[in-house]
């Protein structure tokens, strides 16, 4: 067996962890554990290994233990980013290219099998379109598709005619394998969406987007089931952690330019971080988007957290920028790691704290792939399974877009 994670250390850090070896006889996890570390603290511009570990320690178990010690009061603080120097590196060279379309474009949104307890709202997706310039620190789209091009579906129309589409559908997001806006229209997928979309106004067709590309709006018509939605975030996580993509402000007057058209938006606040200086971002992003919306021409709002599954994480510390965004308590639940539920108690409640309550009863609040223990305590209402999530949601879809009933057919 291997250790992931020695072939990409530092000369200085791989020295250390074989000089611990010699005095203290480590045993395969310990190398992989310090290997981990010694990537992580880099990563997080805390220093080196050396820094985190105590060597006047006589036994093997109390200089692992120091370095334990350290990691977890690291882990377990708000991150600090004011002393972080994210390094500049050049604008993405990803070429875009036209392909043949997957057998297999609708797929579903990757939370956990029904019987695991994470809350789930049963999206389907699209998949027209494949990598991202954006680099966020935290995607899982840089470990799904690592040729590093953009593939569109050049045969998109033709594909979506001959879908068969289940009964039960009626929610679709184009935004999991790639950035639904990005490249506006150059590639038609737009066009294709609009034409779909036109020809199913039972089913929600949903944009997800950082983009602020708003080339296409002039050129196109989209019917009421057509939304387009942002992800929001802190500026600080959006500065440091979402590299080359738009501004918050960006963003928001990008969905502005949308709303004037008439077509519907929804939010993501999707990951929130904990960092020192959290909740007064928040509440200044909250303020932007209130202020720069009536609730009548938003759909919905959703919150969630940094998710991760094991090989996410190892991309993340292997061949990640540097980057804070794995400082942090990680806990498991449903085989995906992420914050403690304290502490995303404490983001969620918080965050729906801030927004008038127009807006709670004019649009769709909900969590991302959360507990159901979250539900009450942060948005104060809870649904007793994932049918009654999306029954809820899927009603509340409909009102908004103005079909005649919930059931749309």
């Given at each position: 067996?291997?250790?992931?994670?020695?072939?990409?250390?530092?000369?200085?850090?791989?020295?250390?962890?074989?000089?611990?070896?010699?005095?203290?006889?480590?045993?395969?996890?310990?190398?992989?554990?310090?290997?981990?570390?010694?990537?992580?603290?880099?990563?997080?511009?805390?220093?080196?290994?050396?820094?985190?570990?105590?060597?006047?320690?006589?036994?093997?178990?109390?200089?692992?233990?120091?370095?334990?010690?350290?990691?977890?009061?690291?882990?377990?603080?708000?991150?600090?980013?004011?002393?972080?120097?994210?390094?500049?590196?050049?604008?993405?060279?990803?070429?875009?290219?036209?392909?043949?379309?997957?057998?297999?474009?609708?797929?579903?949104?990757?939370?956990?099998?029904?019987?695991?307890?994470?809350?789930?709202?049963?999206?389907?997706?699209?998949?027209?379109?494949?990598?991202?310039?954006?680099?966020?620190?935290?995607?899982?789209?840089?470990?799904?598709?690592?040729?590093?091009?953009?593939?569109?579906?050049?045969?998109?129309?033709?594909?979506?005619?001959?879908?068969?589409?289940?009964?039960?559908?009626?929610?679709?997001?184009?935004?999991?394998?790639?950035d639904s806006l990005l490249l506006g229209d150059s590639q038609k997928t737009l066009t294709s969406l609009a034409n779909f979309a036109a020809k199913h106004p039972d089913i929600i067709i949903e944009a997800k987007s950082k983009s602020a590309n708003t080339s296409w709006i002039d050129s196109l018509s989209f019917q009421k089931n057509m939304i387009f939605t942002w992800s929001l975030n802190a500026r600080t996580i959006?500065?440091?952690?979402?590299?080359?993509?738009?501004?918050?402000?960006?963003?928001?007057?990008?969905?502005?330019?949308?709303?004037?058209?008439?077509?519907?938006?929804?939010?993501?606040?999707?990951?929130?971080?904990?960092?020192?200086?959290?909740?007064?971002?928040?509440?200044?992003?909250?303020?932007?988007?209130?202020?720069?919306?009536?609730?009548?021409?938003?759909?919905?709002?959703?919150?969630?957290?940094?998710?991760?599954?094991?090989?996410?994480?190892?991309?993340?510390?292997?061949?990640?920028?540097?980057?804070?965004?794995?400082?942090?308590?990680?806990?498991?639940?449903?085989?995906?790691?992420?914050?403690?539920?304290?502490?995303?108690?404490?983001?969620?409640?918080?965050?729906?704290?801030?927004?008038?309550?127009?807006?709670?009863?004019?649009?769709?609040?909900?969590?991302?792939?959360?507990?159901?223990?979250?539900?009450?305590?942060?948005?104060?209402?809870?649904?007793?399974?994932?049918?009654?999530?999306?029954?809820?949601?899927?009603?509340?879809?409909?009102?908004?877009?103005?079909?005649?009933?919930?059931?749309?057919?």
């Open positions: 067996m291997n250790n992931p994670y020695e072939g990409f250390l530092e000369k200085d850090d791989l020295s250390f962890i074989d000089e611990l070896d010699r005095t203290y006889g480590l045993s395969f996890q310990d190398r992989g554990m310090l290997s981990q570390a010694a990537l992580e603290v880099r990563q997080w511009q805390e220093g080196t290994l050396r820094d985190f570990i105590d060597t006047s320690q006589e036994s093997r178990r109390q200089a692992l233990t120091s370095l334990n010690e350290k990691m977890n009061a690291l882990r377990s603080k708000e991150n600090d980013y004011s002393t972080f120097h994210m390094p500049q590196r050049p604008a993405s060279q990803m070429k875009v290219e036209s392909v043949e379309a997957p057998e297999i474009i609708l797929g579903r949104c990757p939370c956990p099998p029904i019987d695991n307890p994470l809350r789930c709202c049963s999206l389907r997706t699209l998949d027209a379109v494949s990598q991202c310039f954006f680099g966020c620190s935290y995607c899982s789209i840089q470990n799904f598709y690592t040729e590093g091009r953009i593939k569109v579906a050049k045969d998109l129309d033709k594909r979506l005619e001959e879908l068969q589409l289940p009964k039960s559908l009626w929610h679709i997001g184009t935004g999991q394998a790639s959006i500065e440091n952690e979402e590299r080359y993509t738009p501004s918050l402000e960006q963003r928001l007057e990008a969905a502005q330019k949308v709303a004037e058209k008439g077509w519907l938006v929804g939010f993501h606040f999707h990951p929130m971080v904990l960092f020192s200086g959290w909740e007064e971002e928040y509440r200044q992003a909250v303020d932007l988007l209130v202020k720069a919306f009536d609730p009548s021409q938003v759909v919905m709002l959703s919150m969630g957290t940094l998710t991760f599954t094991k090989p996410v994480l190892r991309t993340i510390r292997t061949k990640g920028p540097q980057s804070k965004i794995l400082e942090m308590e990680l806990e498991e639940i449903a085989g995906k790691w992420s914050y403690p539920l304290k502490t995303k108690r404490k983001l969620f409640s918080t965050l729906c704290s801030l927004f008038p309550e127009s807006w709670k009863s004019q649009v769709f609040f909900y969590l991302c792939m959360e507990a159901p223990s979250l539900w009450l305590d942060c948005l104060g209402h809870e649904y007793k399974d994932n049918a009654q999530f999306d029954s809820a949601m899927k009603e509340a879809y409909f009102k908004k877009v103005g079909l005649v009933n919930a059931d749309g057919r």
